[in-house]
């Protein structure tokens, strides 16, 4: 059978089973858009390629497929760098294909010529400037088998104008062969048995969960194993969702805007089972102070994260599901070797004890007076409390997202979408939007700040365009909340360029404008009825503009750079707990 | 010039791939790692080629080098040559002035190093010459002071000494006497 490139290029998209993709035409990519009008694929036209790229990447979030989106060359390709620099960081599978001048003006400086893989080399695992018509199947084929194994990550196919028009003998290659990629996926015997044997003797274990987790599918191997061993849990910003938030054993997020118990736990404990996580910085504060005492067990797929930062005394490489699955076999074997009716693992009740004492003494903590200026943290809980348990939250970045992360009650697997490592202001109403597109069944709020929203909200005529009704929360604090945050603390309330005023925009008329039903809410006790309201709408997009508190800040805090141990608790830790009732506190004891 | 104690060698076997060399510096440069010098052939195999990379780092770091460029798709095999493991040789090109009838004694300095003479004109000389870095390196030196109008070193490439014990002979020798 004979086929253009451009054809060969779709038709390979669905031999990989694509249902959707995200994009914007031009120039280089035109012949591919041709074939797309008969394609079984779906094709989400946006309205700035950043957002196709956040989309593709929500998507991925939410379904554990890879996300496409497909661009044209030059500034199409520019577009999409944030969101495959995010996408690496925070190890999404991700397909971006670019259209790319003809293979004989490359060089030329072309019209809308750019070194795409030149510039996108650094922000993904692998990519491919196609050359010959013929290597299309074969590209795609490697492309989605490099994206979505081993540790996942963002790949890139770069395809010239003219190789999209050649003709080519349609064929489908039987697997992938690529001699220098050969991802580990079962821990090593000897280092499970070792891992098997720190756990049975530590006092003090504390589970590290991160992102790795969720990419492994291995929320359920992990509640195995902290279930059977009754270890604790810690869930990175990345894993949210990874481990029940209302299990017994979870303490929550650790990190610069973790819970005291969550953070505090590793600082005391004598063995961090790392899982899928990566000792990010914000997670370890600084490193040489970091839990100081801990013996550390490291499994990640990805063998450049063993000793990165800190030096595992257990390093386990390989896929987390597969080691976790195994480490489980290998407790339950040293288990069956302990005397009959000895209490088990290491005696730990001491460390259980303090950490429930912890627990109840150092919740997040805020104060909503019921005529005072609203607080985001209400809003976050309200939002929670009215919409299904199994709702996915999509976060921009900023001071929103550490509240969504600390006060939402995350209790399924991917159901937490955020820019962990990359930060990227402007993920969530994209991100959002991906995620509605790969989960339809589910509802798919964004917590957002208003300066986040300004980055892409245009990508809500996207949505209402395409009729995916996907739900945006702002948390419009006329501020860059997190930014004016740290000026305030450590740069002596000196406000330089953080202001951006709840008015300007107006936000419920520019939702309006972009098609979505939109409300406005000031006061506490519209909060409730307001999301009701927007929970009934299912035919399109809505977005509150909730006026929240401008001097409300994130606690705790870990100073940038500081050790963990010097934890800021923020105004709640210096009343007495009678104090704190008469405030109105409901988590005072 | 020399690269000092801490020197690495990485003889790092990468698919014959347009971009490849890129990705490999480019990676360099993105984690903040330094190249001493670098040497890219074909290899007896025209699907692969060669790389030699001389650099200077610490244990820790060493292993994240060699970790990453592990988890480049093109990168095949990465083979760390201690230096005192390898026979390391590198090729110096250099025009050296002889004005002031100062020819014939450059001549006899390139012909104690075991140098080429390889070019010729009438106020300068250039001279090849290849062997371990230490040896350039003297040449490098002693040329100076005649004037260096143009020097270029190719950058190391290095491969595993071999055994000086016949396999043979060694069986023999493991019989218990
Ligand atoms: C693209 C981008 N630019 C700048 C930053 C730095 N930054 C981090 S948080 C933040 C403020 C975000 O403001 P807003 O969306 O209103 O959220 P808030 O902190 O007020 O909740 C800024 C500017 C960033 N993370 N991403
Ligand atoms: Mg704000």
């Known amino acids: 059978m004979k086929l253009t490139g451009a054809q060969a290029l779709i038709k390979s998209l669905e031999m990989e089973q694509v249902e959707v993709m995200f994009g914007l035409p031009g120039g280089a990519i035109l012949p591919v858009y041709d074939p797309i009008l008969d394609s079984s694929i779906r094709h989400v036209l946006v309205r700035h390629e950043q957002g196709a790229g956040h989309m593709a990447e929500g998507y991925a979030h939410a379904t554990g497929r890879p996300g496409v989106c497909i661009v044209t060359s030059g500034p199409g390709a520019t577009n999409i760098v944030t969101p495959l620099a995010d996408a690496y960081m925070d190890s999404i599978p991700m397909v971006a294909i670019t259209g790319q001048v003809a293979t004989h003006a490359i060089g030329t400086d072309a019209f809308q010529e750019c070194d795409t893989t030149g510039i996108t080399m650094p922000v993904t695992k692998h990519n491919w400037l196609v050359t010959d018509v013929d290597d299309i199947p074969r590209i795609v084929r490697e492309a989605f088998h490099v994206a979505t194994t081993g540790r996942p990550g963002p790949v890139l196919i770069d395809v010239p104008k003219n ?13 992938v062969d690529l001699p220098g990629y050969k991802p580990t996926v079962t821990g090593h015997p000897r280092m499970i048995k070792e891992a098997a044997l720190a756990i049975m003797a530590a006092e003090r274990p504390i589970i590290y969960a991160g992102g790795g987790i969720l990419k492994a599918r291995a929320a359920e191997a992990l509640r195995e194993l902290a279930e059977l061993t009754g270890i604790h849990v810690v869930t990175t910003l990345m ?54 005492d801990a013996k550390i067990i490291h499994c990640d797929i990805d063998p450049a994260e ?30 069956a070797k302990l005397p009959a009716g000895s209490p088990g693992r290491g005696d730990t009740t001491e460390w259980d004890g303090l950490l429930s004492e912890w627990r109840v003494s150092y919740p997040f903590r805020y104060q909503q007076e019921a005529d005072g200026p609203l607080k985001p943290q209400f809003c976050i809980e309200q939002l929670r409390d009215r919409s299904p348990s199994d709702t996915i939250v999509a976060a921009g970045v900023g001071q929103h997202q550490m509240w969504a992360s600390q006060f939402w009650r995350f209790n399924h697997p991917y159901t937490w979408i955020n820019s962990g490592g ?63 945050q740290w000026q305030e603390l450590f740069y002596e309330e000196r406000y330089s360029e953080v202001y ?32 009701d309201k927007a929970n009934e709408i299912d035919d399109r997009p809505v977005v509150i503009d909730f006026r929240v508190d401008y001097r409300e800040k994130v606690y705790p805090m870990v100073p940038a750079g500081g050790s963990n141990d010097s934890l800021i608790l923020g105004p709640w830790a210096e009343m007495s707990a009678d104090d704190r009732k008469a405030a109105g506190d409901p988590n005072a004891v | ?51 030699t990379i001389v650099v200077d780092l610490e244990g820790t770091t060493l292993e994240q080098v060699i970790k990453q460029l592990n988890k480049l798709v093109n990168v095949i095999k990465i083979t760390e040559l201690a230096p005192q493991a390898a026979v390391e040789r590198e090729l110096l ?85």
Request: glycine share 8%; with cysteine.
């Open chain 1, 500 to 531: 951006l005023s709840p008015d300007l925009p107006d936000y419920v008329k520019w939702s309006e404008a972009m098609g979505c039903v939109a409300f406005r809410v000031d006061s506490p006790e519209d909060v409730g009825p307001t999301i």
């Open chain 1, 239 to 292: 894993a949210r969702g990874a481990f029940p938030d209302d299990h017994p054993l979870c303490l929550g997020m650790p990190g610069m805007h973790g819970s005291y118990t969550a953070v505090m736990s590793m600082q005391r404990s004598d063995l961090l089972i790392a899982l899928g996580s990566r000792f990010d910085d914000r997670v370890t504060g600084q490193v040489s102070s970091f839990a100081p």
């Open chain 1, 163 to 175: 190789i999209s028009n050649a003709q080519m003998d349609w064929y489908w290659p039987d697997g």
């Open chain 1, 306 to 335: 063993l000793g990165k930062v800190r030096r595992p005394d257990v390093p386990i490489v390989g896929d987390c599901r597969l080691v976790i699955e195994a480490l489980v076999k290998a407790v339950k074997h040293e288990i």
């Open chain 1, 422 to 484: 990359l930060g990227t202001m402007g993920f969530a109403v994209p991100a959002a939007i991906g995620a509605k597109v790969g989960r339809p069944d589910k509802m798919v709020w964004a917590i957002d700040g208003d300066g986040c929203f300004q980055m892409t909200a245009q990508e809500l005529v996207t949505a209402s365009a395409e009729r995916i009704p996907v739900k945006i929360a702002i948390l419009n604090n006329a501020y860059l909340g997190m930014v004016r």
């Open chain 2, 1 to 51: 010039m020399s690269a000092n104690l801490q020197h690495h060698i990485l003889t790092v076997l990468v698919e014959n791939k347009p971009g490849v060399l890129a990705r490999v510096s480019t990676l360099f440069s993105r984690r903040g790692f330094n190249i001493f010098s670098l040497a890219v052939g074909p290899t007896e195999d025209d699907r692969f080629s060669r790389m």
């Open chain 2, 93 to 177: 090109l250099v025009t050296v002035s002889t004005k002031d009838g100062l020819r014939s004694s450059v001549v006899e300095l390139a012909a104690i190093f075991d140098a080429t003479i390889i070019d010729v004109g009438f106020e300068a000389l250039t001279i090849m010459v290849a062997g371990t870095p230490d040896h350039l390196d003297a040449l490098e030196e002693l040329v100076r002071p005649y004037g260096i109008i143009e020097l270029q070193r190719t950058g190391r490439i290095a491969l595993p000494t071999l055994s000086r014990e016949s396999t043979k002979l060694r069986s023999v020798k493991r019989r218990p006497a």
